[in-house]
């Protein structure tokens, strides 16, 4: 017989944030052994908590579906860290499947992460997101490409017995600041807000612009006509 299924708590969500993404780099002459002649990049994908901090208390398994040009593409990882480490030369979409604890009774998570192995034509080093380490006087080989995104993961109703789990741990918020084990931070959720903006800001500028040439074209089209 299933084991009793404990209440859920009705108005109540709990939300925890959760890291994930790939890192990468191209690999020289020293290869991992095994790794077949053509593969080019070393690369890391992984869930994890944005200062690092434990989430096995909620997350059971990490189960990560590569291209099927992969050996055995589904890779289950059961305990922490929940990351795989892998060569290739493609990039691809990886299927990411979260399941949490069994005391959740919460259903799997299940998204997708674009593998990236290649740094943008122009990027603005050090930005939040898809940065590339790129310090001047490095050669272009050394970089670490990373493409990493910041979310929270919602629980809306949990049961008692895991909400009670959830409440064992602190809630983890983002740091106010940068600091140096996490790139996440309110002051960088602040000035991404601000870009994007300045970005809507400029959109709307040109489409009124646009808006008015188009007017003056219909009037000069109409006199011509006459
Ligand atoms: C591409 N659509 O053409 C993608 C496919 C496949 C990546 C990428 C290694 C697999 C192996 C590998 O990097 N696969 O071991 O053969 O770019």
Sequence with gaps: MAPPVSKRIKTLSVSRPIIYGNTAKKMGSVKPPNAPAEHTHLWTIFVRGPQNEDVSYFIKKVVFKLHDTYPNPVRSIEAPPFELTETGWGEFDINIKVYFVDEANEKVLNFYHRLRLHPYANTTPNTSNGSEQNTPGRNAN?????????????????????????????????????????????????????????????????????????????????????
């Excluded at 993961?153 to 909400?163: A, G, K, L």
């Excluded at 903006?197 to 006509?225: F, M, P, T």
């Design 142 to 226: 050394d970089v670490e490409v990373s493409s990493i995104y910041f979310d929270e993961i919602v629980f809306n109703e949990p049961n008692e017995e895991f909400f009670k789990i959830l409440m064992s741990r602190p809630g983890n918020v983002l740091p106010s600041n940068k600091t140096e084990s996490c790139v996440y931070s309110k002051q960088l959720e602040q000035e991404e807000i601000d870009r994007i903006d300045i970005g809507i800001e400029k959109v709307d500028r040109e489409i009124h612009e646009l808006k008015q040439k188009l007017e003056s074209l219909i009037k000069q089209e109409a006199i011509n006509g006459n």
